[in-house]
């Protein structure tokens, strides 16, 4: 069984602080995702990664960033979080090539207050 | 750019009754498209891919290139199958895109 773990299931920070949100999937997948689910929006893409160091923004990156130093890992920093970013994070993962799978974490629920 | 539109955020039938639930994109080369689908309280999970052309839980969905569409169907639909149903495109540069979703309640 795939397993994508977020270190996280349920956060609450204070503005301005930086949150750290941490993924980790088991497959050796290339590709690493976060997003963002929030009701009547769907899954909004933040950015993902498709190798080592290597990261692309996606729709909303704004007020995030991301580190990959390791092929299992991925995280997503909140430099200075606010209460807009209250959320949903979802990570997933999946191998590079066409139709594959994308597997995702538990979720982290995060507020901000 | 790429993008998926879900244009119904509910959808409500009753047990037995079709279900059709609907995307478009937009992508000028070859897409990838998938169905995802959550469960209450469970992980985001792949319900079929545009590839496999399989039918997964009696659901079907056909690529349509010239309407730009992966429509979700059924044709009995159970109480099971109430869940959340994400349409997703992949436009062949590893970037996973969702719509926003359509919520699915099948009624008894």
């Known amino acids: 069984d795939v397993k994508v773990t977020q270190s996280s299931r349920y956060l609450v920070k204070r503005t301005g602080e930086k949150v750290f949100l941490e993924c980790v999937q088991d497959?050796?997948?290339?590709?690493m995702f976060w997003y963002r689910q929030d009701p009547g929006l769907g899954l909004r893409l933040i950015y993902f990664?498709?190798?080592?160091?290597?990261?692309e923004k996606g729709d909303i990156p704004e007020g995030y960033s991301v580190s990959r130093e390791k092929k299992e890992r991925f995280s997503l920093i909140l430099e200075s979080a606010s209460t807009n970013q209250t959320s949903m994070y979802l990570c997933?993962?999946?191998?590079?090539?066409?139709?594959?799978?994308?597997?995702f974490g538990q979720g982290t629920r995060l507020t901000v207050v | 750019a790429q993008r998926v539109t879900q244009p119904e955020k509910l959808l409500s039938v009753f047990k037995g009754a079709p279900v059709e639930l609907k995307c478009n994109y937009s992508?000028?080369?070859?897409?990838?498209l998938f169905w995802y689908v959550q469960y209450s309280r469970q992980r985001l999970q792949l319900l079929l891919r545009?590839?496999s052309r399989e039918s997964i839980k009696g659901f079907t969905a056909d690529l349509n290139k010239g309407e730009t569409s992966f429509h979700l169907k059924k044709p009995f639909a159970q109480e099971e199958d109430s869940a959340m149903y994400y349409c997703?495109?992949?436009?062949?540069?590893?970037?996973?895109?969702f719509g926003k979703g359509t919520k699915l309640t099948v009624n008894p």
């Open positions: 997703a495109l992949n436009g062949g540069s590893e970037k996973l895109v």
């Open positions: 997933a993962s999946s191998f590079s090539g066409y139709g594959t799978e994308a597997f």
């Open positions: 545009h590839i």
């Open positions: 497959m050796d997948h290339e590709n």
């Open positions: 992508y000028s080369g070859s897409p990838e």
């Open positions: 990664s498709y190798d080592v160091k290597m990261k």
